[in-house]
């Protein structure tokens, strides 16, 4: 049993060593990770029952990606196997004033040529409490979309908590679909919803009132997004609680983060961390909403709490080299209290 069921691609990820360009480096750094996957990683570190749901080719390169995830803690006995390869993405990152960039490489992937009826959702649902898709899922390809939409409507019927985190991608939506039409209609079946502005405005068209966002943003009230949440919920309306992350990018290298939390009656604001000397920030966004599902059943009657969790996790990810994770609900649990010395634990 898996009280949680995420689905999505997991890709092999490829960097120059530390801050190299790409144009500069003779190695590439290796990991394994996609937004789903991550979110499972996660759960899984703080005790949660999680199971990935993806297609992986039937070769080595598949295996190692099957492993890192059992390493992890993660069921992996939904992944279906097939298709010839592995996504891969490029990442090489940015420092002070020169953003990071990502090359996607996907295309015909084995998750990319997924179809509907390829998944056993029925066996997989059995017991299962919580399932969380994202929208880079139904940007892959119309086959991932429909695979997507199968879920989420059978998720629906057996009266499963849906979750998705919007994820607005510019590189993605490629091959033809009419993404605003799709995403409104999987995001329709969901009950908790994540997003920022640029993901609410992209999927559709729904904007901050009365506010222009800077590219830098790092001044931007959280209350200037109650009206974002508010136009979401009545666009969705099976919609329990509608959440926005706060990210000001003062540089590549220094962020301010936090989030706001919105349940139709009030609107709840996290602490802001003040996150300097970045590691690696990708991933921030599915370790926050890892840490808001695990929040969310752990406190179910105090979004506050279940918000700041999200907010103290996402910020010590960007610590952490690599996609995913890696801390404990203890390390999380002291940020929230107020210890962020990074003094030596003996």
Request: charge should be neutral; aromatic fraction near 8%.
């Amino acid at each position: 049993m898996s009280q949680v069921v995420t689905f999505g691609e997991i890709m092999l990820r490829l960097s120059p060593p530390g801050f190299l360009r790409f144009s500069q480096t003779n190695a590439f750094d290796l990991v394994y990770g996609g937004g789903e996957s991550n979110v499972a990683v996660s759960l899984a570190n703080y005790g949660v029952a999680s199971s990935f749901v993806s297609r992986l080719p039937n070769n080595d390169i598949g295996d190692c990606a099957l492993m890192e995830m059992r390493k992890r803690g993660v069921d992996t006995n939904h992944i279906i196997r097939g298709g010839d390869r592995l996504g891969i993405y490029f990442l090489e990152t940015g420092a002070v004033s020169r953003g990071s960039k990502v090359i996607y490489d996907r295309a015909h992937s084995a998750m990319a040529e997924i179809k509907p009826g390829m998944v056993d959702w029925k066996t997989i649902f059995k017991d299962t409490s919580w399932f969380h898709w994202t929208g880079i899922t139904p940007a892959i390809s119309q086959g991932a979309a429909d695979a997507c939409l199968e879920a989420v409507k059978l998720a629906s019927e057996m009266g499963i908590t849906i979750s998705t985190d919007l994820n607005y991608r510019a590189k993605l939506w490629n091959y033809g679909g009419d993404r605003e039409a799709i995403m409104t209609k999987l995001t329709s079946y969901c009950d908790i919803i994540l997003g920022n502005e640029e993901d609410a405005e992209k999927h559709f068209g729904i904007k901050p009132k009365n506010l222009n966002i800077t590219k830098q943003g790092h001044e931007v009230k959280a209350e200037a997004f109650k009206s974002v949440c508010k136009q979401m919920m009545k666009k969705f309306p099976k919609a329990q609680k509608v959440i926005t992350t706060l990210r000001g990018s003062i540089s590549a290298s220094h962020n301010t983060w936090a989030g706001v939390l919105y349940d139709g009656k009030k609107m709840y604001e996290s602490p802001q961390y003040q996150i300097t000397h970045i590691v690696d920030r990708v991933g921030g966004g599915d370790s926050f909403m890892g840490g808001l599902i695990y929040g969310l059943i752990a406190f179910p009657e105090d979004n506050q709490q279940a918000l700041n969790f999200a907010v103290a996790a996402s910020c010590l990810k960007h610590t952490i080299k690599g996609d995913a994770n890696l801390v404990t609900v203890e390390e999380v649990e002291k940020l929230m209290s107020g210890d962020a010395s990074g003094r030596v634990a003996r």
